[in-house]
Nanobody
Framework: VQLVESGGGLVQPGESLRLSCVTS????????MSWYRQAPGKERELVAT????????NYADPVKGRFTISRDNLKNTVYLQMSSLKSEDTAVYYC??????????????WGQGTQVTVSS
């Protein structure tokens, strides 16, 4: 199983970035996909989720209206479009997959993370 994030970098406040997470080794279309982030000295927090069934999305309050999560089940890829970035968005962003491994057992996979730094 692999989850490989890309697209992070250094941007100025107000700019945009698009993160990608290319996955392999599991049935992507059956998994709920999320982006988490962890800032220095803080706990990892959920940013956004896109469900496997129907593609419904959920966002953390701090990013609502600025971030958009999407998925491409043909490419086994999940995206996070981030706009109007703020300094407080600075963090390592992680891709996460959650699904059913069978017999009701939950399966979680994580990517290695990509750094996003928002600074003038």
């Amino acid at each position: 199983v692999q989850l490989v994030e890309s697209g992070g970098g250094l941007v100025q406040p107000g700019e945009s970035l698009r993160l990608s997470c290319v996955t392999s080794g599991f049935t992507f279309w059956t998994y709920d996909m999320s982006w988490y982030r962890q800032a220095p000295g803080k706990e990892r927090e959920l940013v956004a989720t896109v469900l496997s069934a129907g593609g419904s999305t959920n966002y953390a309050d701090p990013v609502k209206g600025r971030f958009t999560i999407s998925r491409d089940n043909l490419k086994n890829t999940v995206y996070l479009q981030m706009s109007s970035l703020k300094s407080e968005d600075t963090a390592v962003y992680y891709c996460h997959a959650r699904g059913d491994a069978g017999a009701g057992v939950r399966q979680d996979y994580w990517g290695q993370g990509t750094q996003v730094t928002v600074s003038s």
